[in-house]
């Protein structure tokens, strides 16, 4: 079954900090990862998306890698801010024969402290 | 430019009762796709769009849910004899090719009583 998940489920950290948020996925053959945010009661907001031939994606404080062949990606924040606070998103786009739709992990939940 | 619009923004209807959602994507966007997010159950997805044509149906979680779009562009997602499990934020989104990035509307709460 193709899957997503994403370490850790939550994460505190005081304002300022470097981070980093882990997602994992079960099959190689993607056509892309998107990162996203979701804030409370709201929809999902768009980050990076990394083609399966891109290492990486750049953003602003974000950036986000991607290794194929060992099924990771991880969304680095640098100089983080209360306005970062939110859930972030890791979603699979699988080629491989499963779903036409993105393929989610369940989010980390991120508060940064003032 | 206009992002994804889904209207209505809330609905509370009663068990057994059909509803209709609708999502209006970005101009131009031939792709188009709908997901559920439910509390405990993280966002699933139902059916991609290209076009007008949906390729796989297999991701609607019953019978009782159809979607259609036309003219390539506005989708409805209809849920027939609603049940108390079908509550939840039904999420649209739209990209310019399948393989591009996804844009999200603000949703639909959808709670059966």
């Known amino acids: 079954k193709q899957e997503v998940t994403q370490i850790p489920a939550a994460l505190s950290v005081p304002e300022g900090e470097n981070l980093v948020l882990n997602c994992s996925f079960t099959d190689s053959a993607i056509y892309n990862l998107q990162w996203f945010r979701q804030d409370p009661g709201k929809g999902l907001t768009s980050l990076l998306l990394?083609?399966?031939?891109?290492r990486e994606q750049t953003s602003g404080r974000l950036n986000a890698s991607l290794d194929k062949s060992s099924g990771r990606s991880t969304l680095y924040i640098a100089a983080s801010q209360p306005g970062d606070s939110a859930t972030y998103l890791c979603?699979?786009?699988?080629?491989?024969?499963?779903?036409?739709?993105?393929?989610f992990g369940k989010g980390t939940h991120l508060i940064i402290q003032p | 430019g206009a992002g994804v619009s889904q209207s209505p923004s809330n609905k509370v209807t009663e068990k057994g009762k059909d509803v209709e959602l609708r999502c209006d994507p970005i101009s131009g966007h031939t792709a188009l796709y709908w997901y559920r997010q439910s509390l405990g159950q993280g966002l699933e997805f139902l059916i991609y769009f290209q076009g007008n044509s949906a390729p796989d149906k297999s991701g609607l979680p019953s019978d009782r849910f159809s979607a259609e779009r036309t003219g390539g562009s506005v989708s409805t997602l209809t849920i027939q004899r609603t049940q108390q499990e079908d509550s939840a934020v039904y999420l649209c989104?739209?990209?310019?090719?399948?393989?591009?990035?996804?844009?999200f509307g603000p949703g639909t709460r959808l709670l059966v009583l």
């Open positions: 989104a739209s990209s310019q090719e399948r393989v591009e990035t996804q844009y």
């Open positions: 979603a699979v786009l699988y080629s491989g024969g499963g779903a036409d739709g993105l393929t």
């Open positions: 990394i083609q399966s031939s891109q």
